[in-house]
């Protein structure tokens, strides 16, 4: 009997520590926005990152802190990590925690940064197991002017997939969310408040496309201007496109492995987390967060 009653009790308090793990959205949000922060390239905003120990390691996605004309393989020559707590906003130079971005680093688009400061809200990392289809996921990035945003998807399906920055497949995640230009790099967690992944804008959807013309036009743009009622063309659908680019929100978003950065902390799983949302719309321009922390058509 009393083995009995040991046995029921002791399954009640594994249920009720279970029970526990599961975080409200805004207790998710509240613990992680300050570990949410901003990266720069040349003082230009490139897309979100976020604090994984309070020593200042930073997550992000690869190609928020490599550049385009590199196809993402040589790091940007100035890297900052804006931090925000109480309110205030500091500046830290970034160090790339690998000296060479390796075919793995862009394989899985993840990247680990390091900046010299203690004491630092963080995140905790999760893994793939802690999600399954119909669950929710949570979306945290840090935009110029606006700080913290939360958003929701459902996830709609658990595959190995292969994208266009490598030929290694990384277990994905498929799930419904809004996302756009500058989110890059965001953590995406669990109910747990764990992060399963990061987010990603050029895998899927709209970006990938304007890429593909923003080549396409800024080499005919290099062979000379073609001019119509003294307008350059060329120039002018590049620099449309880069508006487009910077300001739709994509039908089709995506988001990167977090395992490959776990690795570069001595982790070991490998998920990769995308996302799916019917229909654009536009997304209202605004204001940089400083002068000279200015907006451009960023490559995240």
Known sequence: MKRALILVTVWVLVIS?????????KEIYRINCEAVVQIYVNDIFSGTGFIASADG????????VTTRDSGFRQYA??????????????????????????????NYDSAVLKIAASGLPHVILGNWDEIDIADPLLIIPSFPGIGCIML????????????????????????????RNG????????????????????VFGIAPALDALRTKWASTSSKGKVLMFGIDVPASFVELINNLD???????????DIGYAKQEKG??????????????????????????????????
Request: proline share 6%; charged share 15%.
């Open 152 to 179: 929701e998807g459902i996830v709609s399906s658990k595959a190995a997939f292969q994208t266009s920055f490598g030929p290694k497949l990384v277990n994905t995640i498929l799930f419904q969310s809004p996302v």
């Open 183 to 202: 989110f890059s790099g965001s953590p995406i967690f669990s109910l747990k408040g764990r992060v399963v992944g990061i987010e990603d804008t050029k």
């Open 77 to 106: 020559t100035d890297i900052k990590v804006l931090v925000f707590r109480n309110g205030k906003a500091a500046p830290y130079p970034a160090t790339p925690v690998s000296a060479q971005v390796s075919d793995d680093q862009t």
């Open 246 to 256: 910077l300001n739709l929100i994509s039908g089709l978003g995506s988001g990167v």
């Open 17 to 25: 520590a279970n029970a526990q793990k599961v975080l409200t959205r």
């Open 57 to 64: 390691v930073v997550m992000t996605a690869n190609h928020v």
């Open 267 to 300: 982790g070991k799983i490998n998920n990769r987390v995308f996302s799916l949302f019917p229909g654009n719309t536009l997304f209202k321009t605004l204001p940089g967060l400083s002068p000279r922390l200015k907006r451009s058509a960023c490559a995240c």
